[in-house]
Structures are given as structure tokens and as C-alpha cells.
């Protein structure tokens, strides 16, 4: 069970729009603003990415395309197509902050997405064109139950924020691996006009995952607890990599950016966001991975001395 998190076609808020919000955030007991709201004050007010801005030189394409194919035209195409319609129905009594965080959340993923594809145009690399994905069966099935049941709307909303939280952090991993191999092939326009950038913008995203996420988890009982927690162990799949047609692109980017330690760079950290909140050991993270590595052979190198 993969939720799908975030809508498309929202408009851009203007400066008007974050005003008028300020008035409606809440604030702690003691006067001080909450973690969710300062998160999401932090989405809003962190530096854009503006398109205009990126500067595109590239001293060596054909080294940069042979090198960074693979993560380029997975990472682009997660951005492109993870801008799915259908929180709305999955959480249909979702906190009214959330709709504020995906109105700038889509805002940025769209730009991502057009940044990474006209990079990939310069180094003869095909872009996957940006657009909705849809909301898949058994989410509707899930937005059924969570219409029903203000208990099933909080476990709903956990699960949501904390795979939401892992797959951000995924992200801030892959594009900071993207990053040291551009600076070491001394790509650095890149390094500072984009990739900077989207390094932050995914912390900044990860901040308001996880912030929802620890707020509703401390409002769960012991049932809704063990039924968040068996789903995400269960169902866990690396964002972009839920399909079986999806993973070995995955694979071929693990390999590309973590060849040589993979499971510690990569795994053990989306492992650890999941562990920070369930408290749970059991390495579902690397059953994730591994799923999606055996779908190819460069990511079967990875996996062969484990037995897998």
C-alpha cells in the first residue's frame, strides 16, 4: 500500500494569501508557535527555485550524461509524476495546514521536475513529462474508511506524514550524492544554481512531514499505534518505486550513487526516520530496497553477497 501524497493543479499563494494565514496558526500553551506551524512557515518563506536563475553550463555533457543517467531520470521522473491528485480523498478532515503546505509543496515539485528535465534535454536524455498519476485503487479503497472514522483519519494521516517524512529524506540523500559528483567533475554551476537548492527544498519538505506526523502520533491509541506501524513495515515501497515496472530504475540509481555503501548511506537513514517514530527494529527499509534491486543486474550486484 503505497498513499499517494499530494494533489496537482493547485495555484501559487501569494504573498497576500501567507499573510492572511498568519492570523489562523496556533500556538502552544505557553504562547510559543507549534512545530507544525513553524515548519510550514519554513516551507513558505524558503528561497525558490527560479528557473530563470539555474545556470545550465556544463563543461563535460557526455561524461555527466554517461555518469548521472540513471539518478537524473529516476529522480526527475518522481518529481515530474509524484504531484498526484487524491489527498483530498484520502483525508478528507485533514487539517487545513496541510492544504496550505501542498499548494507551495506542488509548486516546488513541478519545478523540480522542469529543472531536471531540461537538464536531462542538454545531455540528450528524454524528460518524463509533468503531470498527475491519478490516485490508485487502494488508496480510494483506504479514503473510504478514513471518511468513516475519525480514528481510521488519524492513522491515515500518520502513515501518510511519516512515509512522506522517509521519502523526503530518500530525496535530500540522492540529490546530495548527485551533488558531490558534479562538484568533483567540477560541474559547479550546477552544484550552485540547482542542485543547492533542491537539496533544501526537500529538507524544508521533510520538516513538515515529520512535524504532522509526530503531532498525530502522539494523539494515537495503543491499537491505532500497532496498526500504523504494521502498515508501514508491511507496505513500505521507496517513493517512484512502488510498481514492479518502476524498480529497476531505482535499482540502477543505488547503484549509481551507493554502490559501495548503500545500505549505510542510503537505507539506514530512511530506516532511522521510521525507527525515531515507530521504535520499531525490524529492517523493513533494506527489504524495500532489495526488493527493488534483484529487478536489475547492476542492482543484483549489490544484494549477491547478502544471499538474496
Not at 563535460?60 to 509524476?81: F, I, K, N
Not at 558531490?180 to 542542485?195: N, P, S, V
Amino acid at each position: 500500500m503505497t498513499l499517494a501524497t499530494a494533489p496537482g493543479g493547485r495555484r501559487s499563494r501569494s504573498s497576500s494569501d501567507l499573510d492572511a494565514s498568519q492570523g489562523a496558526r496556533r500556538v502552544c500553551e505557553n504562547g510559543s508557535v507549534t512545530p507544525i506551524d513553524a515548519t510550514l512557515r519554513h516551507v513558505e518563506t524558503k528561497r525558490p527555485l527560479v528557473f530563470e536563475e539555474i545556470d545550465f553550463t556544463i563543461r563535460d555533457p557526455e561524461g555527466l550524461a554517461r555518469d548521472l543517467a540513471a539518478p537524473l531520470e529516476y529522480a526527475q521522473r518522481v518529481e515530474a509524476v509524484v504531484v498526484a491528485s487524491g489527498i483530498e480523498a484520502l483525508m478528507p478532515r485533514r487539517d487545513p495546514r496541510i492544504d496550505e503546505f501542498l499548494v507551495t509543496w506542488t509548486d516546488d515539485e513541478q519545478g523540480h521536475a522542469r529543472a531536471l528535465g531540461e537538464l536531462m534535454q542538454l545531455l540528450g536524455l528524454e524528460p518524463t513529462p509533468v503531470g498527475d498519476s491519478g490516485l490508485p485503487l487502494h488508496n480510494r479503497l483506504i479514503s473510504v474508511l478514513a471518511a468513516r472514522s475519525d480514528s481510521l483519519h488519524d492513522v491515515v494521516t500518520t502513515i501518510w506524514s511519516l512515509v512522506g517524512a522517509m521519502n523526503e529524506h530518500l530525496a535530500m540523500a540522492a540529490y546530495n550524492r548527485m551533488d558531490a559528483m558534479l562538484r568533483q567533475r567540477g560541474e559547479l554551476a550546477l552544484h550552485h544554481t540547482l542542485f543547492r537548492r533542491l537539496r533544501a527544498h526537500e529538507s524544508a519538505h521533510k520538516s513538515f512531514y515529520w512535524s504532522v506526523a509526530a503531532d498525530t502520533w502522539q494523539r494515537l491509541d495503543p491499537w491505532q499505534r500497532r496498526l500504523t506501524r504494521f502498515v508501514v513495515t508491511k507496505t513500505y515501497a521507496p517513493v517512484g518505486a512502488g510498481g514492479s515496472s518502476d524498480r529497476p530504475a531505482l535499482a540502477r540509481t543505488v547503484h549509481t550513487l551507493g554502490r559501495d555503501d548503500w545500505n549505510e548511506a542510503i537505507v539506514e537513514p530512511v530506516q532511522g526516520v521510521a525507527d525515531r517514530l515507530l521504535g520499531t527494529t525490524e529492517p523493513f527499509v533494506r527489504r524495500a530496497f532489495e526488493k527493488c534491486l534483484v529487478t536489475d543486474p547492476l542492482g543484483l550486484k549489490l544484494v549477491a553477497p547478502t544471499g538474496i
